[in-house]
């Protein structure tokens, strides 16, 4: 089972409608949450970081916790096609030690005009 | 503030020589964490030190070191080099503990 589990997509959605991104992991332990974005040939940047259950809010964007189920999730509301990148959900801490980010494989997000 | 910044941007190498990568880390940032990304393993955690310490190291082999000085930049070395090193490698900075990493624009390298 890898750590940190992600569907690669690509998920395709039309602009304006609302992107839903997933993620598992498998440390129980695991403290801090991350999603960051990565578009084609950049590095990774951080949109959005959640360490306690329940919602989040920045914007656009909404992270959700649910550490019973071993679950992250990212909503973008009025998906731009700006927003076309990979989506990287990170998890530390607990069995892996410090600052060791693990990282799931990425969800590929095409908004279409 | 400045972000993390990496050099060189581009390296292209042959196998078996050696390279050296370096990381600045963000003004008062004291962690520096190294990540190879390819595209068939992802992004997978190198080594992370803090305070001039390496305080995790990822599943790669002895080739690959690295060193943090006392201002808090951070190289990381690998020798030898082989075909399957040609990735980006990315450095990030913290303040520590389990706080948000942020990252450099990478340093791809290529090896022929």
């Known amino acids: 089972q890898k750590e940190v589990e992600q569907n690669s997509g690509p998920l395709s959605v039309p602009e304006g409608a609302i992107a839903s991104l997933n993620c598992t992991y498998s440390d129980r332990v695991s403290q801090s949450f991350f999603w960051y974005r990565q578009y084609s040939g950049k590095s990774p940047e951080l949109i959005m970081s959640i360490y306690s259950n329940g919602d989040k809010e920045d914007g656009r964007f909404t992270a959700q916790l649910n550490k019973a189920s071993q679950y992250v999730s990212l909503l973008i509301r009025d998906s731009q096609p700006s927003d076309s990148a990979t989506y990287l959900c990170a998890v530390i801490g607990g069995n892996t030690g410090f600052q060791k980010l693990v990282f799931g494989t990425g969800t590929r997000l095409l908004v279409s005009p | 503030k400045a972000g993390v910044t990496q050099t060189p941007r581009y390296l292209i190498k042959t196998r078996g020589q050696q390279v050296t990568l370096s990381c600045s880390p963000i003004s008062g940032h004291r962690s520096v964490s190294w990540y190879q990304q390819t595209p068939g393993q992802g992004l997978q955690f190198l080594f992370e030190y803090f305070s001039e310490t390496q305080r995790n190291k990822g599943n790669f082999p002895g080739r690959f070191s690295g060193r943090q000085f006392s201002n808090s930049r951070s190289e990381m070395n690998v020798s030898t080099l082989e075909l399957g090193d040609s990735a980006l490698y990315l450095c990030?900075?913290?303040?520590?503990?389990?706080?948000?990493?942020?990252f450099g624009p990478g340093t791809r390298l290529l090896v022929l």
């Open positions: 990030a900075s913290s303040t520590g503990g389990s706080e948000t990493q942020y």
